[in-house]
């Protein structure tokens, strides 16, 4: 009998296999759900609105986009997702003013997320970080005009406190 046509056998009581039930695609949203009641009640309190205007749900979003033409930016600075809506020269400028220019950058004084975890000393005390991702966020690596998934992860715990122990 080929592999093809073999007959594929429980695991037995024995077995130290786990078998979820739902396939990957559900166990992907059922994960992406939980991961979203877990952070929208901090992020809507620091945004000062509900859980419910941060995630309106599919519908919710997509009736608020029609409203502003599908202007994705008008609808985060009407709904209060962001504080301002800025072009990337205005940015730029903002955060020179904030952090300095680097003259031999050529840029303003900014650690690349590539090299931020070789050039950071381990004990900085308290501290904000901030990750830009720019694209649809995709399971996997980053691929050219999408976030990945385990890219964007591997960040955050790079960027998450460790203990000591």
């Avoid at 997509?62 to 009407?78: E, F, M, N, Q």
């Avoid at 730029?92 to 950058?105: C, H, I, M, R, V």
């Avoid at 004990?123 to 050219?144: K, W, Y």
């Amino acid at each position: 009998m080929s592999s093809a046509s073999a007959p594929i056998n429980p695991p037995s009581s024995h077995s130290s296999a786990m078998i979820c039930p739902l396939p990957p695609a559900k166990r992907i949203a059922a994960g992406l759900a939980n991961c979203g009641r877990t952070t929208s009640t901090p992020l809507a309190a620091n945004r000062q609105i509900t859980a419910q205007q941060l995630f309106p749900g599919a519908q919710g979003i997509i009736d608020g986009l029609r409203k502003v033409g599908g202007d994705t930016a008008k609808y985060a600075l009407d709904n209060k997702l962001v504080d301002e809506l800025a072009t990337s020269t205005e940015v730029e400028k903002a955060l020179t003013k904030q952090f300095g220019w680097s003259k031999a950058d050529n840029n303003y004084r900014a650690i690349s997320y590539y090299d931020y975890n070789v050039k950071t000393p381990s004990d900085q005390g308290s501290a904000i970080a901030v990750i830009f991702a720019n694209g649809a966020i995709m399971d996997g690596e980053e691929t050219p005009g999408n976030v990945g998934g385990d890219t964007t992860g591997s960040a955050n715990s790079r960027c998450a406190p460790r203990s000591e122990n």
